[in-house]
């Protein structure tokens, strides 16, 4: 009896290789001040050129967020309301999905309406951008549990009969510093890794055939490579979004549509395009 020694080596060996393919990554730009200068430029220039559109996406933004502290302080909630103010530009960037698209074919040279803008929007859906919006809304609601855990252990003993008691709690008391100072920090850490992940992967993923995975790890990269100039533009939104809410959010409408399409146009410094 002979034994088969000449069997099918096809059966026998293993694929030399069972990792996928890694998605290749774009290069990405230093970025100067002197390209958040050129990109502000250019988003009033977009805002300016499509006015009543531009305003649209920030009057929904401004009703929104009016809506949002009203139904607040309807169920009573009132120690959400400076939080949800606070923290309410952290989804600024996913509101700001159509003036991305805006100022993607302003800067081909296509001709659009409403139809066009509100089609790509609606069809994100199918796409990653969902995703990034479960980041976005995610890192909110962290934002906002944190407040509350630490209402609950630095003031405790506190009632927030109404909104005037809760800031004269918060301001004018040992505790209600001590609170300030703890949100501020826990906030500005929520905030910075929020702003280092979706700034340019919102507009990344609207521009190409991406996931999202990539368009975040691109995103870290660009901050990263100009660390200093990109907290710098973080701060720029932060600061202008947060006045912008004073008189009764209308700041928004003229503030986020620049800021939007001003983002746009600092991706496309930041991130070179396919084509080069």
């Known amino acids: 009896m002979t ?8 059966e026998s060996s293993a694929p030399d290789d069972l990792t996928p393919p890694q998605p290749s990554l774009p290069d990405v730009n230093k970025v100067t001040k002197d390209d958040i200068t050129a990109s502000l430029r250019a988003g009033m220039a977009d805002f300016a050129a499509r006015p009543v559109m531009s305003g649209f996406f920030g009057l929904f933004y401004a009703v929104f967020g009016l ?6 302080v309807g169920l009573g909630k009132i120690w959400m309301v400076i939080p949800a103010v606070v923290g309410f530009p952290l989804v600024a ?73 809760f800031l004269q709690i ?6 209600g510093w001590t609170f300030l100072a703890i949100g501020t ?25 991406t996931d999202f995975v990539s368009a975040m790890l691109t995103s870290i990269r660009v901050v990263r490579e100009s660390p200093v100039v990109m907290l710098t533009w973080a701060a720029i939104i932060s600061v202008t979004l947060l006045l912008s809410m004073l008189p009764a959010f209308l700041g928004l409408i003229f503030t986020l549509p620049i800021l939007g399409h001003a983002t746009w146009h600092l991706y496309r410094r930041a991130v070179p395009p396919v084509d080069g």
């Open 3 to 10: 034994s088969n020694t000449n069997g099918d080596s096809s």
């Open 67 to 72: 809506l949002f502290v009203w139904s607040l």
């Open 93 to 165: 960037p996913f509101a700001a999905a159509g003036l991305y698209e805006m100022s993607r074919r302003l800067q081909k040279g296509d001709s659009f309406g409403w139809s066009e803008i509100l089609t790509v929007m609606a069809n994100q859906r199918q796409r990653e951008m969902g995703w990034m919006a479960f980041v976005t809304l995610f890192i909110f609601w962290v934002w906002m549990y944190q407040i509350r855990l630490w209402l609950a252990i630095i003031l405790q003993n506190a009632s927030f009969s109404d909104f005037d008691g």
């Open 170 to 175: 918060v301001f004018f008391t040992p505790e």
């Open 185 to 209: 920090c826990a906030g500005a850490v929520l905030s910075a890794v929020l702003f280092t992940v979706t700034v340019v992967a919102m507009p990344m993923l609207l521009d190409r055939d």
